[in-house]
């Protein structure tokens, strides 16, 4: 018996939701055991590209195959299949498999029918796959800019302060930290700058202990909104 089901995921807090065409699944099945399910999420602005097959048959998946395609700005497209396959195919296959071109963030990652442990049952991952050129990985940002460098100043030295709260008020030291990110062949750099605050006394924090009418106490403390009261 045929049967075809849809849901929209392109839900917003407080308001109806978005129309389904941009983020929704759903699953048509063609009998008691076969089914092809598909996933969409479009015009996404934080995609990376992606195209993996994935053969997952496995203890806690009843999809036999599984892939993704992700192009930026358009979106993901997710789809898998099952019940179309004998299963004297899988009784063969121990483990899932997967192929793919991934580029996560900073690194580009090839696979080719790789075994990954964290999937199978904790095994060493020389016992699942024979050649290291089954997983590599290649740092693209290094390559075209150079590798990333990093420097860690101190602006100020320790100074004594008081912070006043509702409760009190605490003695302590302030400093202010500052750390840069750059790249040889990248004009800009990252900077942020921090303050660090550390309490002679501690200072009390909430958490479930107050709900036993007890408070606990630590030697440091960075709740933002104080220390701009500092300035």
Request: hydrophobic share 35%; with cysteine; proline share 6%.
């Amino acid at each position: 018996m045929m049967r075809f089901h849809s849901q929209n995921l392109n839900e917003k807090v407080g308001e109806p939701n978005g129309p389904m065409w941009r983020r929704g699944r759903a699953w048509l099945y063609l009998g008691e055991e076969q089914c092809v399910r598909v996933e969409w999420n479009l015009l996404d602005l934080r995609t990376w590209p992606r195209a993996c097959l994935e053969v997952c048959r496995t203890f806690c998946d009843d999809e036999d195959l599984a892939g993704h395609v992700s192009v930026p700005v358009l979106g993901s497209l997710y789809w898998g299949v099952q019940g179309f396959f004998p299963r004297a195919w899988w009784d063969r296959l121990r483990w899932p498999r997967k192929t793919g071109v991934e580029l996560f963030h900073e690194y580009l990652w090839l696979t080719c029918w790789y075994a990954d442990p964290a999937e199978c049952w904790g095994r060493e991952e020389e016992t699942l796959n024979r050649f290291k050129w089954q997983r590599i990985s290649w740092d693209w940002h290094t390559f075209l800019l150079g590798k990333q460098e990093y420097r860690h100043e101190v602006i100020s030295e320790w100074e004594s302060i008081t912070i006043p709260m509702p409760e009190g008020t605490y003695p302590g030291e302030f400093r202010i930290e500052q750390r840069t990110w750059w790249r040889p062949r990248w004009p800009r750099r990252l900077v942020r700058r921090s303050g660090e605050f550390r309490s002679t006394v501690g200072c009390q924090y909430r958490g479930k202990a107050n709900r036993l009418g007890a408070v606990g106490r630590m030697p440091s403390w960075g709740w933002e909104e104080a220390l701009q009261n500092l300035k």
